[in-house]
């Protein structure tokens, strides 16, 4: 079964724009991490938000974990050009023992436009 | 910063032949990750690896796929015999197990099969 659903698949937007992705899923979570993914590239962690957190700040960004909406998103304020790649939400199950694998959504695609 | 190296970046090969996919953890990690991604498509789970042993297999994981880690530093996944399906990028990860933390990518192998 699918975990992470990101909404929305894509998103273009102006430079100094804010840029907002959300993500779903349909587990017990221990925590929810974000990465970011250049085109053809490897993927970067972002930032993680464990199950008891609400909300996270890391720089220009700005994570909200909402449990009993099974929900996130991710903000990132005041977006460059160089924070165009795919955003992907991915969740360690709870109770996750040993194998703390992660499941992965679908990703957003987001183009900022100089 | 620490960093996980994967080797090679790019492999091209004839269906049948068996790839041998390297991957360097980092040091002090504990848990090591197996994902591959196919073009256009989720980042998908294939093995996770803890004390020097298969923690969990996904059903991709199938008999044609093995891990190893022959010396203490390497790990490496091997795929048999190679199908037309298994071209994609094929990411190793390790972590230090904490949940707290995130997981640190490797820049990716992508395996053509023709």
């Known amino acids: 079964s699918q975990q992470g659903e990101e909404d929305p698949q894509a998103l273009s937007i102006q430079e100094g724009e804010n840029a907002t992705m959300n993500c779903s899923y349909k587990?017990?979570?221990?925590?929810l991490q974000w990465y970011r993914q250049n085109s053809g590239r490897g993927l970067v962690h972002l930032i993680l938000?464990?199950?008891n957190e609400r909300e996270k700040h890391s720089g220009r960004l700005r994570v909200t974990l909402d449990t009993s909406k099974k929900s996130s998103s991710l903000l990132i304020t005041a977006s460059r050009a160089a924070d165009t790649a795919s955003y992907f939400c991915?969740?360690?199950?709870?109770?996750?023992?040993?194998?703390?694998?992660?499941?992965w959504g679908l990703g957003t695609s987001l183009a900022v436009n100089p | 910063e620490p960093e996980v190296t994967q080797t090679p970046s790019h492999q091209v090969t004839q269906m049948g032949q068996e790839v041998i996919l390297r991957c360097v953890p980092i040091?002090?990690?504990?848990?090591f990750y197996w994902y591959r991604q196919i073009l256009g498509q989720k980042v998908e789970f294939l093995v996770s690896?803890?004390?020097?042993?298969?923690?969990?297999k996904s059903e991709i994981f199938d008999d044609q796929f093995s891990v190893e880690r022959p010396d203490g530093s390497n790990f490496t996944l091997k795929i048999r015999s190679t199908k037309l399906e298994d071209s994609a990028m094929y990411f190793c990860?390790?972590?230090?197990?904490?949940?707290?933390?995130?997981?640190?990518f490797g820049s990716g192998t992508r395996l053509t099969v023709v």
């Open positions: 990860a390790s972590s230090d197990g904490g949940y707290g933390y995130g997981y640190t």
């Open positions: 587990t017990s979570i221990n925590n």
């Open positions: 040091s002090n990690h504990l848990y």
């Open positions: 991915a969740t360690v199950p709870y109770n996750a023992g040993n194998n703390r694998k992660l499941i």
């Open positions: 938000i464990r199950s």
């Open positions: 690896f803890y004390n020097n042993e298969i923690s969990e």
